[in-house]
Each structure stands twice: as structure tokens, then as C-alpha cells.
């Protein structure tokens, strides 16, 4: 394979100084309780894409910031990349920035409205000192577009949203610049490594600087892992060499060297003497292409649609020193809430007044909650709105349904309106087949994903098995809960639920079978070290086909509905097996009434027709002169 190391400038280093020296920090010193944040954003993360879900894929160190923190169980985001970010930039809905409808193309006269603040921008205001790394896509038409000049002091990454790992190169030119310099000395080295060398380097400036006397770092961690094209160093692929499907292998061996790449950019944190207050927080920006071989399994659909596997993201946040203990976050959240839950973090208000207003919704007093399991203030997450996909027919490849809303009904119980067929990527896809489910029992792995010795509890998540029960006991986490099965005479099974009606959480039984098994949004089920976990899919496969060939390639449909209402009930079916649209017409009366202000206050997609998007000749021939992917105009 292709070597990776780490290889960070001397210029690059003495300009970063430089840019510190000439003053761009902007704002007050920071409050004396406010953490230092590091935002990680995982590209094309699906959600059975971590082990902590339940996947065969190992990623550990991810798992125990989840296990060790809130593990955001309803986090919502939209369904790909350019909407995504410009709804965790700017805390709005990407129906009110403009850029709800298709990614941006690296020749587009468009990005992000210069109107609205950034995260940076409201974080410098409360005493940050504000940096980027790696993806922006969010336009760069000019130098005004770019993270350096919105609120970030540098940035050093790719503009557009896909190149190659090792060459950088996107669409035939280089796209890396260190605050809008070309870095043409990177050939050769894995982007994930890369980025975070540029992590690391950030955290030594800032300690080194005036600035860590009074100010809180901002780092903002946006990975090109694990979208495709599917590249990883060698040495990852080796652990998965039972996977049978080249591309799973290959994405599976991505998320581990992501995984190992984070532990090693908090572990520079640690010897910082930063982490005990840092808040980090992790999110894939939209669900998994399942066309190329993520998981979003159990759910249904992928990336670019508005089914459940499209905008029910990973999501967690952790606290370096114990701020946040360990829960689940059942209440909805929504990528647009970070901006006033890092405000809230800094102890400042928001201080915005830009039209339209922020959707922005605090998610700190749920974080620092002492509860192990607590909701959100949020009431209900937009999906989109986006005009586009009603009138024009040949835009099928960004069909994703005209508008759609998932709503708690005041009541936790959780319903979904989408206007319009959510999206004809519309399978159940990559789930835990038998072959997986086997190595899964096999490998004995524990709560946290690790390979664990013989006489401890293999696990799996989202999975109730009622068995033959036994009693039920008080257990705080599934750790616990396996303790209880070990010791427990006749015990086989078990099964963990912080959100079932007895207060024990903890339920022992004498045996499980493939038939008792159900989809559980919350449950962890395990054995007690010996008995076999059942290494059948637990999902009915009348309703849950998980065939490849109806996930692989991306159909480039637009359907017939395009404007009808789909109503799911989320709380009993998870997994989008039935619309009840006809059978509860007043139920789709009720959740259109919460929609229709936001269809209201949309604004138009700033590249809603082909011609928009048609491109702008002077950016390719920038890019010719420069032999790179910069600002044009």
C-alpha cells in the first residue's frame, strides 16, 4: 500500500504564528467555566457504521466516548452534505440558508449566504480562538466564501466535497490550501492522517500563544472519512479479510482508522493538559450511502433521501472531565442545535438577528444532566423544504422528497410526515447477516466493541430478545447487566433497557430465540459468556428484504408521488415498514399543521434549476492557471 506519515511545514507552522501575530481573535476573554470544543465531522458515517450500534465494524474509541457520554439516540441531520453544514454553521435549518436542495459543484457561483454568522463567528464573540480542518463545501466563489474569512483564524483542507486520499485531487486539480495557499507537498499521505497531524499542530500553537491565557480553542475536525472514493492504508484491511464484499471491507477498515486517528488527536489533548475541559462532539453529516456499502441498518433507506437511514444520524458529545456522564438522549436533536448549545457551553447568549431567524435549540442542560436517560427541549426536527423537487422532472438525481417533519407529539412518541415518496433508495441494506452476526459471537466482543476474553457478555444493539423470562434486576448499564447473567443460576440471555416501563432495566431470561427477537431502539441484548447469541437476522425478512441488490447501485428515480403525504409512526415502526397516510388522515392533518410554517418561511434554493447549476467557466480555468481548486472572482 501507499505510505502515510505525518508531514506538517515549516511554512505552514510559521504562518499560522504569523496569522496569530497580526490579531484576527475577535471578542472578550472567555468565561472562566467555558470548555475548549472540538466539533468531529464523519463524511457519509451510515448509522450501523460503528460497533457501538451493533456493527461488525470495530471502532472502540468512538464507542467509549458514546459509552462514557451522551449517545444522542435521535439525532437528525438532512440528507447530504452541503445542507448538512450549512445547518451546523450557521444553527438553521438549510430551508432558511438556501441551500436545501443538491451539493455544491466545484464550478458553482454559489456558498453559503454571507448574511449568516458561522459557529466560529459566535464563538469568537464569547472568547475563542477559532480553526478549521479539512472539508468545507460550502462555496468558495470568492475569498469572502472561505473559512478563513468566516470566523476561522486558518483552515487548512479541501474545498469541494470529494477528492482522492492520497493525491488530494478532485475533478483533475489539486484541491488542499492552508487559508486559501495551495499545499502541493501532501502527495502520498492518507487524508485522515493528515488532518489530524494539522489537529495536533493547532492545539501546540494555541498553547504556546498569548491567546491560551484567556481565550478557549475551537477546533473544528471536518474528515473526509470514510466517504468514497474507498481508500485506506493496507494494514487496516488485513482485520477484515472474513468480509466478503470488497467495498464493506474497505468502508469497514476506514471507520477503524478513523477511530484510531481521533484517539490519537485526543490523546494529544491529554498531554496538553486541554481534555478535562474540552467538550467533544461527533456526527456524521447525513446518513450512509448504502449504494457504495455503508449501513444505516436497522433503518430504512440512505444518503440523499429523507427515510429514516437518510437523516437518523450518530451522534454523540463527551466531556473530558466527567461534565457530562454517561447517557442516553432520547429527545430529538438536530444538527442547527450546536450553535446555541456552544454558545450556552461558553456561557454566553446567541447573539443573531439575521433573517431568517436561527432553528437553533440548546442541547446543554440535556447533556449535563445527571439523568441516565433524558429528553431535549426540542419539540420536532425539519427534514427539508425543498420547491425544487416539485416542479422540475429531470432532476432526478437529487430527488429527495418536497418537505418532511418528525414531530414528538407532546407525548414521546414519535411521528414522521414526509410530503412526497421519501426516495427510491428505499431498502433495508448491509444488515448483520447471519455470517456477521457469527463472528460477532466468535470475536466475544463487549459493550465498547473490543474483543474480550471468554466469560463476558457478547452484545448486540437495537435488539430485544424476550425469551423465557427469568426476573427482572436493577442494573445501571449493560456491563452491569451482564454481571447480573453470569451470577444469575439458569440465566442465558439478557437484555438492557433504560427506557422499558420497569424501573430495573436489567431483564433475565432463561433463553432466547430468533423468533422473540424485535427492533428496540434503545435495548442491548447479550448472552452470559457461553450461551450462543441467536446468528439470524432478527428483523422478519418479509418486511426487511437486506438485499444487496436492491441497495446497490443509486436508482436516479423521481417517483410518481411527489407531493402526497407518507406517514410513518416511528415509536412502533422504526423501521418504515407501513404508511398509515390513508388509515389516519387526521393524524396527517395534525403533523401538516406543524410543517406548513416552515414551508412558508423556506427560501428559495439558490440552485434549484440545472441552469444554476450549470457552473462557471472562469472557476475551471482558475484552477487550470493555478493547477488548483481556489477563489476565482
Given at each position: 500500500?501507499?505510505?502515510?506519515?505525518?508531514?506538517?511545514?515549516?511554512?505552514?507552522?510559521?504562518?499560522?504564528?504569523?496569522?496569530?501575530?497580526?490579531?484576527?481573535?475577535?471578542?472578550?476573554?472567555?468565561?472562566?467555566?467555558?470548555?475548549?470544543?472540538?466539533?468531529?465531522?464523519?463524511?457519509?458515517?451510515?448509522?450501523?457504521?460503528?460497533?457501538?450500534?451493533?456493527?461488525?465494524i470495530?471502532?472502540?474509541?468512538?464507542?467509549?466516548?458514546?459509552?462514557?457520554?451522551?449517545?444522542?439516540?435521535?439525532?437528525?441531520?438532512?440528507?447530504?452534505?452541503?445542507?448538512?453544514?450549512?445547518?451546523?454553521?450557521?444553527?438553521?435549518y438549510?430551508?432558511?440558508?438556501?441551500?436545501?436542495?443538491?451539493?455544491?459543484?466545484?464550478?458553482?457561483?454559489?456558498?453559503?449566504?454571507?448574511?449568516?454568522?458561522?459557529?466560529?463567528?459566535?464563538?469568537?464573540?464569547?472568547?475563542?480562538d477559532?480553526?478549521?480542518?479539512?472539508?468545507?463545501?460550502?462555496?468558495?466563489?470568492?475569498?469572502?466564501?472561505?473559512p478563513?474569512?468566516r470566523?476561522?483564524?486558518?483552515f487548512?483542507?479541501?474545498l469541494?466535497?470529494?477528492?482522492?486520499?492520497?493525491?488530494?485531487?478532485?475533478?483533475g486539480?489539486?484541491?488542499?490550501?492552508?487559508?486559501?495557499?495551495?499545499?502541493?507537498?501532501?502527495?502520498?499521505?492518507?487524508s485522515?492522517?493528515?488532518?489530524?497531524?494539522?489537529?495536533?499542530?493547532?492545539?501546540?500553537?494555541?498553547?504556546d500563544?498569548?491567546?491560551a491565557?484567556?481565550?478557549?480553542?475551537?477546533?473544528?475536525?471536518?474528515?473526509?472519512?470514510?466517504?468514497?472514493?474507498?481508500?485506506?492504508?493496507?494494514?487496516?484491511?488485513?482485520?477484515?479479510a472474513?468480509?466478503?464484499?470488497?467495498?464493506?471491507?474497505?468502508?469497514?477498515?476506514?471507520?477503524?482508522?478513523?477511530?484510531?486517528?481521533?484517539?490519537?488527536?485526543?490523546?494529544?489533548?491529554?498531554?496538553?493538559?486541554?481534555?478535562?475541559?474540552?467538550?467533544?462532539?461527533?456526527?456524521?453529516?447525513?446518513?450512509?450511502?448504502?449504494?457504495?456499502?455503508?449501513?444505516?441498518?436497522?433503518?430504512?433507506?440512505?444518503?440523499?433521501?429523507?427515510?429514516?437511514?437518510?437523516?437518523?444520524?450518530?451522534?454523540?458529545?463527551?466531556?473530558?472531565?466527567?461534565?457530562?456522564?454517561p447517557?442516553?438522549?432520547?429527545?430529538?436533536?438536530?444538527?442547527?442545535?450546536?450553535?446555541?448549545?456552544?454558545?450556552?457551553?461558553?456561557?454566553?447568549?446567541?447573539?443573531?438577528?439575521?433573517?431568517?431567524?436561527?432553528?437553533?435549540?440548546?442541547?446543554?442542560?440535556?447533556?449535563?444532566?445527571?439523568?441516565?436517560?433524558?429528553g431535549?427541549?426540542?419539540?420536532?426536527?425539519?427534514?427539508?423544504v425543498?420547491?425544487?423537487?416539485?416542479?422540475f422532472?429531470?432532476?432526478?438525481?437529487?430527488?429527495?422528497?418536497?418537505a418532511?417533519?418528525v414531530?414528538?407529539?407532546?407525548?414521546?412518541?414519535?411521528?414522521?410526515?414526509?410530503?412526497?415518496?421519501?426516495?427510491?433508495?428505499?431498502?433495508?441494506?448491509w444488515?448483520?447477516?447471519?455470517?456477521?452476526?457469527?463472528?460477532?459471537?466468535?470475536?466475544?466482543?463487549?459493550?465498547?466493541?473490543?474483543?474480550?476474553?471468554?466469560?463476558?457478555?457478547?452484545?448486540?444493539?437495537?435488539?430485544?430478545?424476550?425469551?423465557?423470562?427469568?426476573?427482572?434486576?436493577?442494573?445501571?448499564?449493560?456491563?452491569?447487566?451482564?454481571?447480573?447473567?453470569?451470577?444469575?443460576?439458569?440465566?442465558?440471555?439478557?437484555?438492557?433497557?433504560?427506557?422499558?416501563?420497569?424501573?430495573?432495566?436489567?431483564?433475565?431470561?432463561?433463553?432466547?430465540?430468533?423468533?422473540?427477537?424485535?427492533?428496540?431502539?434503545?435495548?442491548?441484548?447479550g448472552?452470559?459468556?457461553?450461551?450462543?447469541?441467536?446468528?439470524d437476522?432478527?428483523?422478519?425478512?418479509?418486511?426487511?428484504?437486506?438485499?444487496?441488490t436492491?441497495?446497490?447501485?443509486?436508482?436516479?428515480?423521481?417517483?410518481?408521488?411527489?407531493?402526497?403525504p407518507?406517514?410513518?409512526?416511528?415509536?412502533?415502526?422504526?423501521?418504515?415498514?407501513?404508511?398509515?397516510?390513508?388509515?389516519?388522515?387526521?393524524?396527517?392533518q395534525?403533523?401538516?399543521?406543524?410543517?406548513?410554517?416552515?414551508?412558508?418561511?423556506?427560501?428559495?434554493?439558490?440552485?434549484?434549476?440545472?441552469?444554476?447549476?450549470?457552473?462557471?467557466?472562469?472557476?475551471?480555468?482558475?484552477?487550470?492557471?493555478?493547477?488548483?481548486?481556489?477563489?476565482?472572482?
Amino acid at each position: 500500500g501507499r505510505a502515510h506519515w505525518p508531514l506538517l511545514t515549516t511554512a505552514m507552522r510559521t504562518s499560522s504564528i504569523l496569522l496569530a501575530l497580526v490579531g484576527l481573535v475577535a471578542g472578550l476573554p472567555a468565561s472562566p467555566t467555558a470548555p475548549h470544543i472540538v466539533f468531529v465531522l464523519v463524511d457519509d458515517l451510515g448509522y450501523n457504521d460503528v460497533s457501538f450500534h451493533g456493527s461488525e465494524i470495530s471502532t472502540p474509541f468512538i464507542d467509549s466516548l458514546a459509552n462514557e457520554g451522551a449517545n444522542l439516540r435521535n439525532y437528525y441531520g438532512h440528507q447530504i452534505c452541503t445542507p448538512s453544514r450549512s445547518a451546523i454553521q450557521t444553527g438553521r435549518y438549510c430551508s432558511h440558508t438556501g441551500l436545501q436542495h443538491a451539493v455544491l459543484t466545484p464550478d458553482e457561483d454559489i456558498g453559503l449566504p454571507l448574511k449568516f454568522k458561522t459557529l466560529a463567528d459566535h464563538l469568537n464573540e464569547n472568547g475563542y480562538d477559532s480553526h478549521f480542518v479539512g472539508k468545507w463545501h460550502l462555496g468558495f466563489q470568492n475569498n469572502s466564501y472561505t473559512p478563513s474569512h468566516r470566523g476561522y483564524k486558518t483552515f487548512f483542507g479541501y474545498l469541494n466535497g470529494a477528492e482522492d486520499y492520497y493525491t488530494h485531487q478532485t475533478s483533475g486539480f489539486l484541491d488542499l490550501n492552508f487559508n486559501n495557499v495551495p499545499q502541493r507537498n501532501y502527495t502520498g499521505v492518507y487524508s485522515a492522517n493528515m488532518f489530524t497531524d494539522r489537529g495536533k499542530l493547532v492545539v501546540d500553537e494555541f498553547v504556546d500563544s498569548a491567546a491560551a491565557n484567556d481565550k478557549r480553542l475551537f477546533l473544528f475536525m471536518s474528515y473526509q472519512s470514510i466517504h468514497e472514493p474507498l481508500e485506506v492504508p493496507d494494514e487496516y484491511l488485513k482485520p477484515y479479510a472474513w468480509i466478503p464484499d470488497k467495498n464493506r471491507r474497505t468502508v469497514a477498515a476506514m471507520a477503524t482508522c478513523l477511530d484510531d486517528q481521533l484517539r490519537i488527536l485526543v490523546q494529544k489533548f491529554k498531554d496538553a493538559g486541554l481534555w478535562n475541559n474540552t467538550l467533544l462532539v461527533l456526527a456524521a453529516d447525513n446518513g450512509g450511502p448504502t449504494f457504495v456499502a455503508n449501513s444505516n441498518w436497522p433503518m430504512r433507506g440512505a444518503k440523499h433521501g429523507l427515510w429514516e437511514g437518510g437523516t437518523h444520524l450518530v451522534g454523540l458529545a463527551h466531556h473530558g472531565g466527567g461534565l457530562i456522564t454517561p447517557k442516553n438522549v432520547t429527545g430529538l436533536a438536530h444538527h442547527c442545535d450546536w450553535m446555541a448549545t456552544f454558545v450556552e457551553a461558553a456561557g454566553g447568549t446567541v447573539n443573531d438577528t439575521t433573517l431568517p431567524p436561527p432553528d437553533s435549540v440548546s442541547l446543554w442542560k440535556a447533556l449535563t444532566s445527571p439523568e441516565q436517560t433524558v429528553g431535549t427541549a426540542r419539540a420536532n426536527v425539519l427534514l427539508n423544504v425543498d420547491s425544487t423537487n416539485v416542479p422540475f422532472v429531470n432532476d432526478d438525481a437529487d430527488w429527495s422528497g418536497y418537505a418532511g417533519i418528525v414531530s414528538n407529539s407532546g407525548n414521546g412518541s414519535l411521528w414522521k410526515l414526509v410530503l412526497g415518496y421519501p426516495s427510491h433508495n428505499d431498502a433495508w441494506c448491509w444488515p448483520n447477516t447471519p455470517h456477521v452476526r457469527a463472528m460477532q459471537s466468535v470475536a466475544r466482543r463487549d459493550v465498547t466493541g473490543r474483543a474480550v476474553a471468554a466469560g463476558t457478555c457478547a452484545v448486540v444493539e437495537g435488539v430485544e430478545f424476550p425469551g423465557n423470562a427469568l426476573t427482572w434486576v436493577q442494573a445501571a448499564t449493560p456491563s452491569e447487566c451482564c454481571s447480573h447473567c453470569i451470577q444469575h443460576q439458569g440465566c442465558n440471555m439478557w437484555t438492557f433497557n433504560p427506557s422499558g416501563a420497569v424501573a430495573q432495566y436489567c431483564h433475565l431470561k432463561s433463553a432466547a430465540t430468533v423468533q422473540d427477537a424485535k427492533f428496540c431502539a434503545n435495548c442491548t441484548s447479550g448472552n452470559n459468556g457461553a450461551y450462543p447469541l441467536p446468528t439470524d437476522s432478527p428483523f422478519p425478512s418479509d418486511n426487511t428484504p437486506g438485499n444487496f441488490t436492491d441497495c446497490s447501485p443509486r436508482r436516479f428515480e423521481v417517483p410518481y408521488n411527489r407531493t402526497g403525504p407518507v406517514l410513518i409512526n416511528l415509536s412502533q415502526d422504526p423501521r418504515e415498514t407501513t404508511d398509515l397516510a390513508e388509515q389516519m388522515p387526521d393524524k396527517v392533518q395534525e403533523l401538516m399543521a406543524l410543517l406548513q410554517p416552515y414551508i412558508k418561511s423556506a427560501v428559495p434554493p439558490l440552485n434549484k434549476t440545472p441552469q444554476e447549476r450549470a457552473g462557471d467557466p472562469r472557476a475551471r480555468a482558475a484552477a487550470k492557471k493555478n493547477n488548483c481548486w481556489l477563489p476565482w472572482r
